[in-house]
C-alpha cells in the first residue's frame, strides 16, 4: 500500500558543495543524511548516512555506480562494500535492511531534502 | 518448529537466541490475558504472570474450510479440504490447492508445495496427467540471526540410519546429519547456527549422491590433507533440483548456458526463473554457470567488470595509446553504464600507473583510503602516517610527532613496517595534522594508496659489526625512488645488510640482502595470508644495476598485473614464472625494457607529496569534513575507549 505524505522541503546546502559523481553528508534536523551529486546521469539522491551492515556513519564516503540492464543507481559502502539502490534503498548484494532514502530536489543550486 | 529440528537442536537454538537478550518462556499453557482497555499481563496455568506491553500471536497453519464444510465436502478431522493427488475434492469438480488442502493427511504452508498444486491443476484442466505426489519439507531460514536449516527426514534414527552429531555450544552451532546404515547414503539432517552446507547436503539427499568415505567432512569440512573437491556442483545429476522455489533442475540450468547462452545470474533469471524465489539458491547457479563454461572450454575472459570488457592490462593500453587521462573519458570510450566500486579505483590506478598524476584531482572515483589520503578505521576514523624512509628518523621528528598526536588526541604505534602510526584523527583534523607534520619535515607515507609503503632495513654496517654493506642508506634511496608510484597493490620491500636478514627481504615484494660481492635481489615474496618466500631474480650485482632492474621489474608489474594482485600471485600465474620474469627483466627477450625505464622514470619524475598539495589548496582542504553544511561540526556517533592509557576505537 502506498500513502502520500507530505514533505517539507529543507534546504540543505549548495549543489557546488557536493562533489561531482560523489557524495557528502549533510546535518539535517539532527540526522545524518547521504547526499549524492550523480552527475552523469544529471540526477540526484539522498539516502541515511549509516551502512546498516556495521552501524557505521559512512555511505556519503562511499563509491557510487550502477548495476545491471537497468542501470540500478547504486552506492558501495567504504568497509565491506555491501551495496545499496539508490533508488529503494535495498541492499543488492548481502541480506542487509534497506536504507532509509529522502526526496531530493535542487533549485537555484541549493540541494533540498524532503523531510517527512 | 518441532517438525523441522530436534531437541538437541532446538537447546543449541535456544541458548543462542538467549545469547541475544530474549528470554524464552518454554512449557507455558496461557489461562488469560489480563488488562483493562489494553493488555497489561499474561497470567500462565502455573499461576506465574508476565507483564507485557504486546502481544504477537503465531497461529502456525490453519486451514480455511468453512466454505468447504457449508458446501458438503470432505474434510480432515482436525481441519483441511481432503484432495487426492490430482488436487481434486471429494466432488471431482472442486478443486482445492494451498494451505486449506488436505494430501495425505498433509497441511503444507509453503509457498512452493502451493505452486506445484498449481500446475497440478493446470494440467488437469488441460487434460495432462500431471500428479501431486507430496512435496520434500526441507527449508532453511533465518531466525532472527541465526541461520536454521533441516532437510530430508532430520529425525530418522537406529536403526534405520546412524546419525553424526557436531555440537559447538561455544559458538552455537549444531549440525546432524544421518546417513544410512551401510553408509552411503545421506537420509537428512539438521544445521543450527551455520547453514553453509545446505544446499549440497539438500541435494546429496535428493539425488541419492554416493557420500565419501568419511561423510563427516560434509559438516566439518576437509580437516588437514587435501581438501575434497570431489563433490562440487558439476557432479550434481541433470535432474538435481537446485531452485527449489521454482523447481529448475540443474539440467536447465546448464543448457540455459550451452542454449541460450545465458552466462550470468541475470540472465539465467530471466530464462528459467531461478533464484528469484528466495535467493538461496544463488551461488549454486553461479557454480554452475561457470562449471559448465570451464566444461565447454569456453575462455573465461577476465574482465575488470560489468562496465569494462577488458582485463586490466588491455585497458593499461588503450588508456595509454589513446592519451586518456580522466575516469569519465575511459568509461566513454571503453565502458558502459555509470561505473562502480570495482571499476573506478582499477581505472584510477591504472591512470596513476600512467601519469601519476595528483589522485585528488580525481577523488570520487578513490576509495575511501585514497580519497582521503589516510586509512579510514573502524568508528569513522582515520590514522595518519607520515613517511620514515628506511625506518629512520630523529630524535627532534620523534618529539614533533608525540607533540603532535598529544594535541589531535592520536593513539601512537609503531607499525610492521618500521614507521610511526597515529590513529583516532576525525575527518576535519586531517589537513591541521598534516600541516604541522609537513612543517616538521615530513611528507606522506601513502600508507593509503596501492603503493610502495616501505622499505624496511636493518642497521647495516654503520653499527652493526657483522654487516657487510650500508643497507640503511640503500633502503633510503630505493623508498625514495619510488614513494608515491601507484601500482596494482600495496608494494613492501626491505634491505638486509647480511644474511642474517634482520629486515626480512626475503618476505617483501622486493627484497635486497647484502653480500660480499654486491647485493642480491629478490623479487615476489609475500606475508599476508599466503607466505611466500620471494625469489632471487639477480646475485651480486652493483648498486645501479640492481635500480635498473627494480626499474624494470616494478613497471613491468604495474603493467601486467590484475587489479588488487600482489606480486607473488602475479608471478604464480605468470606462464614460466621465475625464469620468464627474470629473461624479461635482466635479459630484455621481449624488447621491452626501454621503454619501461622511460615510463617508470615519468612516473618518478612526476612524484609529489599529495598532503602538502591538500594542505596548500583552500578548495581541497574544503573536502575534508564530516557535515558539508557544518564543516566544524564532527561525528557525534564517533566514539572511544580507553585501553592502557591511550584511546582505542569502540568495537562494532
Excluded at chain 2, 488469560?32 to 502456525?60: N, R, T
Excluded at chain 2, 478443486?95 to 498433509?106: Q, R, T, Y
Excluded at chain 2, 549440525?175 to 539438500?202: F, H, T, W
Excluded at chain 2, 608494494?491 to 634482520?502: I, L, Y
Aim: hydrophobic share 40%; charged share 20%; aromatic share 8%.
Amino acid at each position: 500500500m502506498e500513502t502520500a505524505v507530505a514533505v517539507t522541503w529543507l534546504p540543505v546546502c549548495q549543489a557546488t558543495d557536493i562533489p561531482a559523481d560523489g557524495g557528502a553528508c549533510a546535518l539535517v534536523e539532527g540526522e545524518q543524511v547521504a547526499i549524492f551529486n550523480f552527475a552523469r546521469r544529471g540526477e540526484w539522491y539522498a539516502t541515511q548516512n549509516l551502512c546498516p551492515h556495521k552501524q557505521q556513519m559512512i555511505l556519503a564516503r562511499g563509491l557510487i555506480g550502477s548495476t545491471g540492464e537497468t542501470c540500478e543507481p547504486k552506492v558501495a559502502c567504504p568497509y565491506h562494500k555491501r551495496t545499496f539502490s539508490l533508488l529503494t534503498g535495498e541492499c543488492l548484494n548481502a541480506d542487509e535492511c534497506a536504507i532509509q532514502t529522502y526526496p531530493i530536489k535542487v533549485e537555484n543550486d541549493v540541494v533540498y531534502i524532503g523531510w517527512a | 518448529m518441532p517438525r523441522q529440528i530436534d531437541t538437541a537442536g532446538s537447546a543449541m537454538l535456544q541458548s543462542k537466541l538467549e545469547a541475544l537478550g530474549l528470554k524464552i518462556h518454554l512449557s507455558k499453557a496461557t489461562s488469560h490475558i489480563g488488562g483493562d482497555g489494553k493488555i497489561d499481563s499474561l497470567h500462565f496455568g502455573d499461576g506465574s504472570i508476565l507483564e507485557v506491553d504486546m502481544l504477537v500471536i503465531s497461529a502456525g497453519i490453519r486451514p480455511r474450510d468453512e466454505l468447504a464444510k457449508l458446501a458438503g465436502l470432505e474434510v480432515g478431522m482436525r481441519g483441511g479440504i481432503v484432495v487426492n493427488d490430482t488436487m481434486q475434492t471429494s466432488d471431482q469438480r472442486i478443486f482445492a490447492i494451498g494451505e486449506c488442502a488436505l494430501h495425505s493427511g498433509m497441511i503444507y504452508g509453503l509457498v512452493a508445495p502451493g505452486y506445484d498444486m498449481a500446475e497440478v491443476v493446470v494440467s488437469q484442466l488441460l487434460q495432462g496427467a500431471r500428479a501431486f505426489t507430496g512435496y520434500d519439507m526441507s527449508s532453511k531460514l533465518k531466525l532472527i540471526g541465526v541461520d536454521v536449516a533441516s532437510f530430508g527426514d532430520p529425525f530418522i534414527a537406529e536403526p534405520h540410519s546412524r546419525s553424526i552429531v557436531f555440537e559447538d555450544a561455544h559458538s552455537g552451532v549444531y549440525k546432524r546429519i544421518n546417513i544410512s546404515p551401510d553408509g552411503k547414503y545421506l537420509l537428512g539432517g539438521v544445521l543450527i547456527g551455520d547453514a553453509e552446507a545446505y544446499n549440497m547436503l539438500l541435494q546429496t539427499v535428493n539425488n541419492k549422491i554416493a557420500l565419501p568415505p568419511h561423510p563427516e567432512d560434509l559438516i566439518l569440512g576437509a580437516r588437514g590433507g587435501e581438501a575434497s573437491e570431489g563433490a562440487g556442483v558439476m557432479s550434481l545429476p541433470d535432474e538435481a533440483l537446485v531452485c527449489s522455489c521454482e523447481a529448475v533442475t540443474k539440467g536447465m540450468i546448464c543448457d540455459a548456458v550451452t542454449e541460450l547462452g545465458a552466462t550470468s545470474v541475470d540472465a539465467m533469471k530471466k530464462c528459467n526463473k531461478a533464484g528469484t524465489g528466495c535467493g538461496g539458491c544463488v551461488p549454486m547457479v553461479k557454480d554452475l554457470i561457470n562449471g559448465t563454461l570451464t566444461a565447454q572450454g569456453a575462455y573465461i575472459k577476465n574482465v575488470l567488470c560489468e562496465h569494462f570488457d577488458y582485463s586490466r592490462q588491455e585497458l593499461f593500453d588503450l588508456l595509454k595509446i589513446n592519451d586518456i587521462k580522466t575516469y569519465s573519458a575511459a568509461l566513454d570510450h571503453f565502458g558502459t553504464g555509470d561505473g562502480c566500486e570495482v571499476c573506478k579505483p582499477a581505472v584510477g590506478s591504472i591512470l596513476a600507473g600512467l601519469w601519476n598524476d595528483l589522485i585528488v584531482k580525481q577523488n570520487v572515483i578513490q576509495d575511501t583510503n585514497d580519497r582521503y589520503l589516510a586509512n579510514i578505521q573502524k568508528g569513522g576514523s582515520y590514522s595518519v602516517m607520515p613517511r620514515m624512509a628506511g625506518g629512520e628518523v630523529s630524535p627532534s621528528q620523534l618529539m614533533a610527532i608525540g607533540r603532535i598526536a598529544e594535541k589531535y588526541n592520536l593513539y601512537t604505534k609503531i607499525t610492521g613496517g618500521q614507521r610511526i602510526d597515529m590513529f583516532g584523527a576525525h575527518v576535519s583534523d586531517l589537513p591541521d595534522i598534516w600541516e604541522e607534520l609537513i612543517k616538521e619535515g615530513f611528507e606522506s607515507g601513502h600508507a593509503y594508496g596501492k603503493s610502495l609503503r616501505t622499505v624496511k632495513s636493518c642497521v647495516g654496517s654503520t653499527w652493526c659489526r657483522y654487516g657487510l654493506h650500508d643497507s640503511v642508506s640503500f633502503a633510503i634511496e630505493i623508498e625514495n625512488r619510488y614513494k608515491g608510484i601507484r601500482s596494482p597493490h600495496k608494494m613492501k620491500s626491505g634491505v638486509s645488510g647480511c644474511v642474517r636478514e634482520c629486515a626480512e627481504a626475503q618476505a617483501k615484494d622486493f627484497g635486497v640482502i647484502a653480500t660480499e660481492k654486491g647485493w642480491n635481489l629478490y623479487v615476489c615474496g609475500n606475508g599476508g595470508a599466503k607466505p611466500q618466500h620471494a625469489q632471487l631474480l639477480a646475485g651480486d650485482i652493483d648498486g645501479p644495476t640492481l635500480l635498473k632492474y627494480l626499474d624494470r621489474f616494478m613497471m613491468f608489474y604495474i603493467k601486467t598485473a590484475d587489479p588488487l594482485m600482489r606480486t607473488a600471485t602475479w608471478l604464480n600465474k605468470m606462464d614460466g614464472g621465475i625464469a620468464y620474469l627474470r629473461n624479461v627483466v635482466v635479459n630484455d627477450s621481449l624488447g621491452i625494457c626501454a621503454d619501461l625505464e622511460a615510463e617508470i622514470e615519468l612516473l618518478i619524475k612526476n612524484y609529489h607529496c599529495e598532503w602538502k598539495e591538500v594542505v596548500e589548496n583552500p578548495e581541497l582542504r574544503k573536502q575534508f569534513t564530516h557535515f558539508v553544511n557544518a564543516p566544524k561540526v564532527k561525528d557525534p556517533t564517533m566514539e572511544f575507549a580507553e585501553m592502557r592509557g591511550q584511546k582505542m576505537s569502540k568495537a562494532w
